[in-house]
């Protein structure tokens, strides 16, 4: 027996892909990303991912299912990353479709981010280091 899997058939339906992933149908605003390289891990990047769960979750940002203490309807994405370059300076945090880099953010940090450049959209200048494209 082969353990490889048949691949899926590409769909086309619309509505049967938003089924498969309600993502595709959520009011998302923002994508958070939190590296967990190995220098970040080493600054405690978990933590200051914790952080963004525990500061989303409770304001009903974090777009997610029910029985994981999020929201179908939440505008937030949260996930994780791999090293982005920023591994002497991290963590690194990076908010799209802002394109702000955040450099050693610590969890502490994290409701003053939600508070002030997700909620509000004023990125906050003293930890964001830098913004994509470099050039608009
Ligand atoms: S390990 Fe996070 S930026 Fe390199």
Redesign the pocket.
């Known amino acids: 027996m082969s353990n490889e899997k048949t691949p899926r058939e590409f769909i086309e339906n619309c509505e049967e892909l938003i089924e498969l992933a309600p993502v595709a149908a959520a009011p998302i605003r923002h994508h958070v990303f939190v ?7 080493a600054v405690d ?1 978990a933590a200051v991912k914790a952080a963004f769960e525990e500061e989303l979750k409770s304001r009903r940002m974090q777009f997610g299912t029910e029985k994981k203490g999020r929201n179908p309807q939440g505008s937030v994405v949260l996930t994780e990353c ?6 002497a300076i ?3 945090v990076l908010v799209y479709p802002d394109g702000i880099w955040y450099a050693q953010v610590r969890a502490e940090d994290v409701p003053e981010i939600v508070e002030e450049h997700l909620v509000r959209g004023r990125p906050v200048d003293r930890l964001a280091l830098l913004k994509v494209p470099a050039v608009e």
Do not use: D, E, I, R
């Open positions: 590296c967990t390289g190995k220098s970040c891990s990047s791999g090293s982005v370059g920023f591994c991290g963590a690194a």
